[in-house]
């Protein structure tokens, strides 16, 4: 079975902001359940069911979104996008605003750590933001109907360089089919 690969161009700002909020959001993650360990006897009431679900809610809604972000700058889905504009301000930020306003006055700590965390998530959908609208394809020149002609430069982009229709003749062969 074979494919092609279609060549694509990762933003290197994000993929740095993504790989740094990987870690900052395990060690926010881990930091809460260490805060929730110690304030266990505080958890059996409505409120402490509460911080269980958000929590829950934020860890999972953290890691699809870190997830729908590494798609966005690997792959040119417009899917990934929707899911990292949709995650981060709908499930990400109630939860953990949530979250941090019921350790509010308890743990420096974990207010410092969820600042960074805010602060990582802003800068990760405004990069993504931009690389999204700048790196998207573009449109390809159609050919002038029968009779006219195009100026060398125009006729030379609608035909594409030799190293871009090298690059879509290339083929990948999966082990199998070999």
């Known amino acids: 079975m074979a494919y092609s690969v279609a060549p694509h ?5 994000l993929q740095m902001l993504l790989q740094a909020n990987t870690y900052v959001s395990m060690v926010w993650a881990m930091s809460y359940m260490i805060h929730m360990l110690i304030r266990l ?18 860890v999972s809604a953290e890691s699809m979104r870190l997830y729908a972000g590494y798609s966005v700058n690997l792959c040119s889905g417009a899917t990934a996008m929707w899911l990292l504009l ?14 941090r306003l019921s350790a509010a006055g308890r ?40 009779g006219e002609e195009l100026p060398m430069e125009e006729h030379l982009s609608a035909i594409g360089s030799p190293t871009s229709s ?13």
């Open 9 to 13: 161009r990762a933003n290197l700002v």
């Open 41 to 58: 006897n505080h958890l059996w009431n409505w409120e402490g069911l509460s911080m269980l679900v958000a929590y829950s809610l934020a």
């Open 86 to 99: 949709t995650v981060t301000p709908c499930i990400q930020l109630p939860a953990m605003v949530f979250l």
């Open 107 to 146: 743990s420096l700590w974990l207010r410092i750590i969820t600042n960074a965390v805010f602060a990582l998530m802003v800068l990760e959908v405004i990069v993504s933001l931009i690389h999204f609208v700048i790196c998207k394809p573009r449109r390809k020149m159609s050919m002038p109907p029968e």
């Open 166 to 178: 090298e690059q879509k003749r290339r083929v990948r062969r999966s082990p199998e089919s070999k």
